[in-house]
């Protein structure tokens, strides 16, 4: 085990400052901005201190501020300075399902939870802690004086555990509540989910009784994402930005056909409003996608938060089954913070749990050339094979090194915990796999082919001589790189030998994973698109790519130099079967004068894309000149959105290196 | 190879996909080689010539070539690869250089194309045999017509062109009742002369047009002459300039419209 794993297992009284630390040393991450960050937050961030996840809530919740504001129509707030230190990782990166917490009362799923064993009991002492918050709140908002908005903030309050909510803005209320108490007990990465689909039937009811119209409804959504964009800093993970509250739209239905309504529209106009990098959406499309949603869904990218995402109902749904979801379950998916396709109300899913590197693999496999020379490009490739086979044997028996911190709170509000009596974190849940994140595979193929081309094909040099400048990062070698860059790149275009060849190596990779359940009897699933491009690649060695040492690999499925078209072609004739579908999206930059000058025919080019059968998809809607001067003068741009690997963040908020290679894909985009 | 093999060759120089400024909807655009005309400002020389033309890389020093043969067989495949994205009037649009020069070699392909439903335009100089337009007539769906110099004289000096031919060609474009779309590429000095740009309004106005699409000259070819160790003109004009010309069109009830690339 390594040591980091073993710090993020055991070292419970004081690992829990990690998550809030992270994002300061993203961009170095020397160690002397790892300890004055640590000690920052050391100072600022207390614990609660217990075995017990669920008397160390109880003790938060006792302990916490209460911050009634005034100025908005919710409730909802934090208290920054406090959080839980408890045996064990706290799960991320998914939603609960919140239609639980409007269409049925709380105390239905509280009576189902609490018992005499040890679930039922952490279950009871988890109901009291979020009864008692409830009531602090609810005796804050008597103390004041009563305006109408306090009073219907009162009545919210005195309903919100045992009734089912009666109205929109009460159901709106009630996910604010529950996303705060997540929030608050360091779960980190917290979605939305399917927040139209969920709130449709509420939302029609008022509607139909005339409690409510579009306006208002829209007045209500939009202050709904701004509350949910404070504590940005508190909420940023990874990255500023990285804060994973993730709003899922739209769908394929079980019949096929495409379910949309009045919401879908209006939170995806509000999202163009918003003006912030999060909470952000995913629209999933299908070929059966009205053209109005998509030119709406246009209109948002143009706005530039980064959102929407498309995910592509025709091919998810498909590929989810296959690897195991049932058929209903698939056609109600939603994603984890990113994009990797999660099932909420049903899953414990962890979809980031570790991240394999195709090019590790390549890196020993052509060290061993000294000793093995290989005689051709097949004896390579077999061999690269074997050690990418036994490196994903070491991933997924790492990925079962982690101890799980139990999790009352969600288990009661996911399917058959309470019934199997079985904390989430134990495998109470219907799901329990692992995603893999993936990196380098672009840069490998594209290596691999090269010296194909020109060691074996070609004789141009051998692998020694290649592999001689390779390990001295080119110094020395410019002719050689220069020769490698301007070989013909393979990944990212539509030809069949890099396709056949990227099938092959995700066929690998996966096959070995599922071979080694975990220790709930879950599969693990790999994707490929991760956030780890850049850090991952920062202690590699360069590449036959035109990547050098420390490099950036290449991000998700990408290319430079080709056109849309072709990479949406590229992109759906990978496999996304066997347990190939945590994620896989193609990313990319488009100026923002293009969709102005043709904003009907980027609509079209989604229409046509949907139909020839992306994964998911997402873009920058950005020219690298704005960038260039945002970098050079931050103070004029503090509200620049990009988006960055799944998530969109403040431009100048990035570290430099992730800044640079923005800037980089935004110039290449425009050479097209 | 044989014979019958090199017959089913076309010479082209580049295809490129999600083209948005060459016709309708999303396309793709084939770029042939070899043009009769010699326009100073013409922003792909390297199609002028229909013989491969060898170059220097610049980065590299590798020798690169200008142009390359494919058979019909490949070119379909190629074009029919983005079908998908052929919506609403989307498809193909042959462009150069002068594409239509090579018909008698691809009319198989404008053929098949065809029976599939796809969308054909050519972007022409109309400067042509008249045969050859007639046989285009029968496969393409849009036909975009560049209006360049239209004095006799100038014409002729300038593009190497005879604007007889080109006007007999678009009195057979209007009478076929194909679409067709027309466009000035303004150049300053050459095309965007008062005097052209009145006989141009003359000649829309004789043939009915009523719109017109102006080109901004730009100097994005710029590189490629150098590639071909080639003279170059400055073709960038200022957008004063444009609006003044949309203006002129304007007042002889000629909706122009200005596109920049």
């Known amino acids: ?672 | 190879m044989t014979e019958e093999e090199r017959k089913r060759l076309v010479r082209i120089t580049d295809i490129q996909h999600f083209c948005l400024d060459d016709g309708p909807g999303i396309r793709t655009t084939v770029f042939f080689k070899g043009c009769k005309l010699r326009c100073p400002w013409c922003c792909n020389p390297e199609t002028q010539e229909y013989k491969i033309q060898e170059y220097t890389d610049k980065e590299t020093g590798d020798t690169k070539s200008f142009g390359y043969d494919i058979t019909l067989e490949e070119l379909e495949s190629e074009l029919l690869n983005d079908k998908e994205f052929y919506i609403a009037e989307g498809g193909i649009t042959l462009s150069g250089g002068e594409p239509l020069l090579q018909i008698e070699t691809y009319v198989p392909l404008l053929e098949s194309l065809s029976k599939k439903g796809i969308n054909i335009s050519v972007e022409t100089s109309l400067f042509i045999d008249n045969s050859i337009l007639n046989k285009a007539i029968n496969y393409i769906d849009l036909f975009l017509i560049d209006m360049k110099i239209v004095d006799y004289d100038i014409c002729k000096s300038v593009l190497r062109g005879d604007i007889n031919c080109y006007l007999n060609n678009l009195n057979d474009v209007i009478r076929s009742g194909k679409k067709y779309l027309i466009r000035m590429p303004c150049i300053k000095d050459y095309t965007a002369t008062k005097k052209n740009i009145s006989k141009i309004i003359d000649l829309c106005k004789e043939k009915g047009i009523k719109e017109i699409q102006l080109l901004t000259g730009h100097s994005l070819g710029l590189a490629k002459y150098l590639l071909l160790n080639r003279e170059s003109v400055n073709a960038e004009i200022s957008s004063s300039d444009m609006r003044h010309i949309r203006n002129e069109f304007g007042n002889s009830d000629i909706r122009a419209e200005i596109l920049k690339i």
């Open chain 1, 1 to 672: 085990m390594n040591i980091k794993q073993k710090i993020k297992n055991d070292l419970w009284r004081i690992n829990y400052i990690l998550p809030f630390a992270r994002k300061d040393i993203a961009g170095s991450g020397s160690r002397k901005d790892l300890l004055r960050s640590l000690a920052r937050n050391f100072k600022s961030v207390h614990p609660v201190v217990n075995k017990s996840v669920a008397i160390a809530t109880l003790e938060l919740f006792k302990s916490i501020e209460i911050n009634v504001l005034d100025d908005s129509t919710f409730v909802y707030f934090l208290d920054a300075s406090k959080t839980l230190a408890v045996p064990g990782n706290i799960i991320d990166n998914f939603s609960i399902d919140y239609s639980k917490i409007i269409y049925e009362s709380f105390e239905s799923h509280r009576s189902n939870a609490v018992g005499e064993d040890q679930y039922g009991k952490d279950a009871k002492i988890i109901c009291d802690a979020i009864e008692l918050l409830r009531h602090r709140i609810e005796n804050e908002l008597k103390k004041g004086t009563k305006d109408a908005k306090r009073a219907q903030k009162i009545i919210w309050f005195e309903r919100l555990l045992n009734n089912k909510a009666e109205h929109f803005d009460e159901a709106l209320q009630r996910i604010l509540f529950f996303n705060q108490i997540l929030w608050q007990t360091r779960h980190r990465l917290n979605g939305l989910g399917r927040l139209d689909k969920i709130l449709g039937p509420v939302y029609q009811h008022d509607l139909e009784n005339g409690y409510l119209d579009q306006k208002n409804a829209k007045t209500l959504i939009g202050e709904f994402l701004t509350i949910l964009g404070r504590y940005h800093s508190y909420k940023s993970t990874a990255l500023y930005g990285d804060i994973g509250q993730i709003i899922i739209l739209g769908g394929t239905e079980k019949n096929g056909s495409y379910f949309y309504n009045d919401l879908t529209k209006l939170f995806l106009s509000c999202q163009s409003k918003n003006n912030a990098p999060d909470p952000k959406t995913i629209l999933r499309v299908s070929r059966q996608t009205p053209s109005s949603l998509l030119a709406l869904s246009v209109e948002c990218l143009r706005s530039a938060t980064g959102s929407p995402l498309f995910s592509n109902d025709d091919v998810i749904i498909p590929a989810l089954i296959d690897a195991g979801i049932v058929e209903e379950d698939a056609y109600n998916y939603c994603t984890s913070a990113c994009w990797e396709p999660f099932i909420v109300g049903n899953s414990f899913d962890q979809n980031n749990m570790q991240i394999f590197d195709y090019f590790e693999g390549l890196d020993s496999t052509l060290k061993q050339n000294e000793k093995m020379s290989f005689q051709s490009f097949d004896e390579l490739l077999q061999a690269y094979r074997k050690e990418n086979i036994k490196n994903a044997r070491v991933t997924a028996i790492n990925a079962d090194e982690i101890k799980w911190a139990k999790d009352p709170i969600v288990s009661i509000l996911t399917n058959d915990c309470n019934r199997k009596r079985k904390d989430i974190s134990d495998g109470g849940a219907k799901y329990n796999n692992y995603g893999i994140t993936t990196v380098g595979l672009p840069n490998v193929i594209n290596s691999l082919l090269t010296i194909r081309d020109l060691v074996f094909d070609k004789h141009e040099y051998t692998l020694s001589e290649l592999e001689t400048a390779r390990l001295c990062d080119y110094e020395g070698y410019e002719d050689i790189y220069k020769r490698i860059v301007s070989h013909t790149k393979a990944f990212g275009y539509d030809k069949k030998e890099s396709i056949q060849l990227i099938n092959i190596l995700t066929g690998d990779v996966v096959a070995e994973l599922r071979k080694h359940s975990n220790n709930f009897g879950g599969q693990l699933k790999i994707g490929i698109s991760s956030p780890d491009y850049i850090k991952k690649a920062k202690s590699a060695n360069a590449d036959y790519s035109g990547r050098k040492k420390g490099d950036p690999y290449i991000t998700h499925i990408s290319a430079d130099g080709v056109s849309l078209t072709e990479l949406v072609r590229f992109a759906s004739k990978l496999e996304y079967d066997k347990g190939r579908c945590n994620g896989n999206v193609v990313d990319f930059f488009i100026s923002p004068s293009l969709i102005e000058k043709h904003f009907d025919k980027f609509e079209l080019f989604l229409r046509g894309a949907i139909d020839t059968g992306f994964f998911q998809m997402q873009m920058n809607v950005m020219d690298s000149n704005t960038l260039i001067a945002a970098k050079k003068n931050p103070q004029d741009y503090p509200g620049l959105i990009v988006r960055v690997w799944g998530f969109s963040a403040y431009f100048v908020e990035l570290p430099e290196n992730y800044q640079d290679l923005l800037i980089e894909r935004a110039r290449q985009a425009e050479k097209i």
